[in-house]
């Protein structure tokens, strides 16, 4: 089991940058596959990034292929969200979660942080 405090969040600008964090409790870390994924109100809770256990690979959705970076640390039980170019659409509650294998389906996993608020002003 794993535990997720995600942090980071804040107010910015449009065409500004946050970086979010997410520590993980526990010793297995490098044995999960994270994600993030962000739910604005009213909508479904969309896929925006994952990453392998080793780092070494990664995928992105279309809407944020380019400006965000995903990565992690092993050593310091952390994934990171890099968010550049911020546009107002991407404001939403940002979840970093923890699967056993690889997937963009947030039904894919099985543990989730609380959640840190991103919004984006024009």
């Known amino acids: 089991q794993v535990q997720l405090v995600e942090s980071g969040g804040g107010l910015v600008q449009a065409g500004g940058s946050l970086r979010l964090s997410c520590a993980a409790s526990?010793?297995?870390?490098?044995?999960?596959?994270m994600g993030w994924f962000r739910q604005a109100p009213g909508k479904e809770r969309d896929f925006v990034a994952a990453?392998?256990?080793?780092?070494?690979?990664?995928a992105y959705a279309d809407s944020v292929k380019g400006r965000f970076t995903i990565s992690r640390d092993n050593a310091k039980n952390t994934v990171y969200l890099l968010m550049n170019s911020l546009k107002p659409g991407d404001t939403a509650v940002y979840y970093c979660?923890?699967?056993?294998?690889?997937?963009?389906?947030?039904?894919?996993?099985?543990?989730w942080g609380q959640g840190t608020q991103v919004t984006v002003s024009s």
């Open positions: 979660a923890a699967a056993r294998g690889p997937s963009s389906d947030y039904r894919g996993y099985a543990y």
């Open positions: 526990g010793r297995t870390f490098s044995s999960y596959f």
């Open positions: 990453i392998s256990w080793s780092g070494g690979n990664t």
